[in-house]
């Protein structure tokens, strides 16, 4: 009889096991699916960012064709205000325009990067014909924008 008493005191710790085996699976699958949220921004932000650096050194290679004297036509919203909020005049020069393109427009700059309006880019040009070319986006849902600076020289 004894060894009966012992028994029935038993019988609910086979389920107090499987519960606690229950809540730590499910921890552990609350943290994986954690990680997996916070790598899918980082994969978004370095697409974004390899985008970018894409897209500066494409306006500075057709800057780099050009004849040094031109160059200044490229000058794009010239004056900062504050980080990725510039002023001043927007390009005429016909491959600045393309280049800032449309949000429908694939390959360009609106139509690659989210919340990159042409009034948040800037190209500016100095008297040593030393080119910056800052592309600034906003990703969905982020209260900061990003932004991008490619410099480079052309001498001619």
Same mark, same amino acid.
């Given at each position: ?35 997996? @949220? %916070? #790598?899918?921004?980082?994969? +978004?932000?370095?697409?974004?960012? *390899?985008? =970018? &650096? ?48 449309? @949000? %429908? #427009?694939?390959?360009?700059? +609106?139509?690659?990067?989210?919340? *990159?309006? =042409? &009034? ?37």
């Amino acid at each position: 009889m004894k060894s009966r008493s012992g028994l029935s005191t038993q019988y609910g710790s086979v389920l107090l096991e499987a519960l606690i085996a229950i809540l730590l699976f499910s921890m552990g699958m609350l943290a994986l699916a954690g990680v997996q @949220a %916070s #790598a899918l921004k980082h994969a +978004a932000d370095a697409k974004y960012r *390899a985008e =970018a &650096s894409f897209l500066a050194s494409q306006i500075i290679a057709q800057m780099w064709g050009e004849n040094p004297a031109n160059l200044t036509s490229y000058r794009h919203n010239t004056t900062t205000t504050a980080a990725c909020d510039f002023a001043g005049t927007a390009s005429g020069n016909a491959n600045v325009v393309a280049w800032l393109g449309t @949000a %429908s #427009a694939p390959g360009t700059v +609106a139509g690659n990067l989210p919340g *990159a309006p =042409a &009034s948040r880019q800037q190209i500016t040009v100095d008297a040593n014909n030393v080119v910056t070319v800052t592309i600034c986006w906003q990703p969905p849902a982020d209260p900061l924008p990003r932004s991008f600076v490619g410099v480079a020289q052309i001498s001619g």
